[in-house]
């Protein structure tokens, strides 16, 4: 059974920093991603990586701000925000495909998380 679960989610004050994670277990994930929803909102897209780690794609909104990294021998994709904005209050997913990691189409991850919800106050 595959499954993806996060983890490290919560209140954090805008300017401040937070580290979700997300194990994987049941199989490995060429490329994993990390997306959010926000109430009212379609999912976007936030952040991927490919297996080796060698590239990473992020949105607009978080470049140079958050970072998304693995652990391979751990099955663990984690996403470190810095500078957290009120804006990137939402439920944060992760995801995994065999597609390309510069994928920021939500249709092309084929496993999903539960989701963490991440709120930021100003």
């Known amino acids: 059974q595959v499954q993806l679960v996060e983890s490290g989610g919560g209140l954090v004050q805008a300017g401040g920093s937070l580290r979700l994670s997300c194990a994987a277990s049941?199989?490995?994930?060429?490329?994993m991603g990390w997306f959010r929803q926000a109430p009212g909102k379609e999912r976007e897209f936030v952040a991927a990586?490919?297996?080796?780690?060698?590239?990473?794609y992020y949105a607009d909104s978080v470049k140079g701000r958050f970072t998304i990294s693995r652990d391979n021998a751990k099955n663990t994709v984690y996403l470190q925000m810095f500078s957290p904005k009120p804006e990137d209050t939402a439920v944060y997913y992760c995801?995994?495909?065999?597609?390309?990691?510069?994928?920021?189409?939500?249709?092309?991850?084929?496993?999903w998380g539960q989701g963490t919800q991440v709120t930021v106050s100003s």
């Open positions: 990586i490919s297996w080796s780690g060698a590239t990473t």
């Open positions: 049941g199989r490995t994930f060429s490329t």
């Open positions: 995801a995994g495909t065999e597609g390309s990691a510069r994928s920021s189409n939500p249709t092309t991850y084929d496993y």
